[in-house]
């Protein structure tokens, strides 16, 4: 269950009840921020909540972490008493995966609301127990005409802007979860490994922003100590805690989980670092993600160790999770007239392909851990995205992404859009062939939002090969504009039983819809 890049490896971007100990507090008592330092007597504790991932209309992995070795007990029930509870056994935990487990629910009802409770229990003395954390998910339906609807953003604690006590944290999550959506589909850059959390940073009118901060976030994470720590450090806030114990998420890893725009075999001329092997830190890095996700294809009961997936959600939906980092090529100008490897790989792509044009879902949410016509730079002559700044025909990146959408023309597979984050900014782009160098596909739409909790940026420049055209946008005016200053984005998407219709909301932050979009259900292009 390794982190298997291109090349081998050698080791920006309800509230529930007993979902916490202690919800008053942003840090947590020193025992649980220091999990391996704990105390022999007294009984297990969960005080880092629950999670539930990759949630489908009959199963779901829930997932906590305990304060010590520790056997994770879960029961599942349709009511809030847990009348007729359902046990499930899962696994021993301990020091092999900092503390947490997940266990997979099988045979769960379809479009059902579950609660379900977690247990950890001494591995010597199974009578002696922690008191329970609580958490809800709704199952997919498996009747159309319940409809979906879920939300979609990014880029958490980036920029050196993070848990700030002064304005209540990221309160963002409250708000996400006041919205009870069916899901949460986080497209990258779950942490900033590669940025550090000072205790405190003056903004340009003069006000501080003050930070949560811990050991781990005062460097660039090397060791997998380090990565686990950053992984943690965002589940010190309540909010995201609160959240995670009622709505599932779908997670994507992208640059930051590792650190900025790293690509398999780079190696690192970077003197924050003493490892300068980027597939060493990718290693530590994804053994930590796994840990703490609750991921289908990384679980180690039936997963085959990568990131990219289908989630089905059900008659209307179906849920595509691209790895953009693990099988690219490395950065560059991006000219090259011929590139079989591109950004995803060329095995990701046929798997793409094939899953796609297997696809009887009304809509095929392509979730995209980076854009596709938006520049975005990584130096002054490479890049980091498919864009390559030139607005000519397919080269570099931009053939594997010509290959798919001539693919989705010619199948005559409908209902497509895409989603991301990563740039820092909310839009709306259109793309359609009349505006494109390359004509050969069918008009679709990607829409961009984020970030939850870190620097905004201003809106990159369109690379026109595919034709895009930017419908909408909401950026700052300038780099790294605080949370204080500029508002979070977030996406939401809601499909209607009934008619099979898609909106698309873009949302700041405060409860503003900035822009909204409907697209009509079984058509090749919009």
């Not at 529930?16 to 947590?28: C, K, M, Q």
């Not at 309160?171 to 949460?184: A, G, K, Q, S, T």
């Given at each position: ?107 769960l009802p379809a479009g059902e609301q ?35 609807r879920f939300l979609w953003s990014g ?230 995205a498919v864009a390559q700044g030139d ?136």
């Amino acid at each position: 269950m390794s982190y298997r890049p291109r090349i081998p490896s050698p080791d920006r971007r309800t509230v529930l009840r007993g979902s916490l100990a202690a919800s008053a507090a942003l840090t947590l008592p020193l025992a649980a921020t220091a999990a391996p330092a704990f105390a022999l007597s007294g009984r297990p504790r969960a005080a880092w909540g629950v999670q539930v991932g990759d949630v489908t209309a009959s199963s779901a992995l829930v997932w906590v972490r305990s304060d010590r070795p520790a056997r994770m007990i879960v029961e599942t029930s349709a009511t809030e008493s847990f009348r007729r509870a359902r046990t499930w056994h899962g696994p021993l935990v301990g020091s092999g995966t900092d503390f947490t487990g997940t266990t997979p629910l099988y045979g769960l009802p379809a479009g059902e609301q579950v609660h379900y409770r977690v247990t950890l229990a001494d591995p010597d003395d199974p009578r002696r127990t922690g008191e329970p954390v609580y958490g809800t998910f709704r199952t997919a339906a498996a009747r159309r005409r319940d409809g979906v609807r879920f939300l979609w953003s990014g880029d958490i604690a980036g920029q050196g802007w993070g848990i700030n006590p002064d304005i209540g944290g990221y309160r963002v999550y409250d708000e996400m979860r006041r919205l009870d959506p069916d899901f949460f589909l986080c497209s990258g850059d779950n942490i900033y490994a590669d940025g550090v959390i000072e205790p405190s940073v003056t903004l340009p009118d003069g006000r501080v922003w003050r930070n949560v901060t811990t050991e781990e976030k005062a460097k660039v994470a090397e060791t997998l100590a380090e990565y686990r720590g950053n992984f943690r450090y965002n589940l010190l806030d309540d909010n995201l805690r609160k959240f995670n114990a009622q709505v599932p998420s779908i997670i994507q890893w992208d640059d930051h989980e590792v650190r900025n725009n790293w690509y398999p075999g780079q190696i690192l001329d970077d003197v924050r670092y003493t490892e300068k092997n980027v597939d060493v830190l990718a290693a530590r890095s994804m053994r930590a993600f796994r840990e703490y996700f609750p991921v289908s294809t990384l679980h180690e009961s039936s997963g085959d160790g990568r990131v990219h997936r289908v989630v089905r959600h059900g008659p209307l939906l179906d849920v595509f999770v691209l790895d953009m980092r693990s099988f690219r090529n490395a950065n560059s100008p991006g000219r090259q007239p011929d590139d079989t490897t591109g950004i995803l790989g060329a095995e990701q792509l046929e798997w793409l392909k094939r899953e796609l044009s297997r696809s009887r879902a009304v809509w095929k949410v392509i979730a995209a851990d980076m854009p596709l016509g938006l520049v975005v730079t990584d130096g002054a002559t490479d890049f980091e995205a498919v864009a390559q700044g030139d607005p000519g025909a397919p080269l570099g990146r931009e053939l594997q992404i010509a290959e798919l959408l001539r693919f989705i023309k010619h199948r005559r597979i409908t209902g497509t859009l895409w989603l991301t984050a990563d740039v820092h900014y909310t839009s709306a782009q259109h793309y359609a062939p009349e505006r494109a160098a390359f004509k050969d596909f069918a008009p679709f739409w990607e829409f961009v939002s984020g970030p939850l909790a870190a620097g905004g940026f201003p809106a990159n420049a369109l690379d026109s090969t595919f034709g895009p055209d930017r419908v909408f946008v909401r950026a700052p005016d300038r780099a790294n504009v605080s949370p204080m200053e500029s508002p979070q984005f977030f996406g939401e998407v809601d499909i209607d039983g009934d008619s099979g219709e898609l909106t698309v909301r873009l949302r700041a932050q405060g409860g503003s819809v900035l822009f909204s979009k409907v697209l009509q259900p079984g058509r090749v292009g919009q």
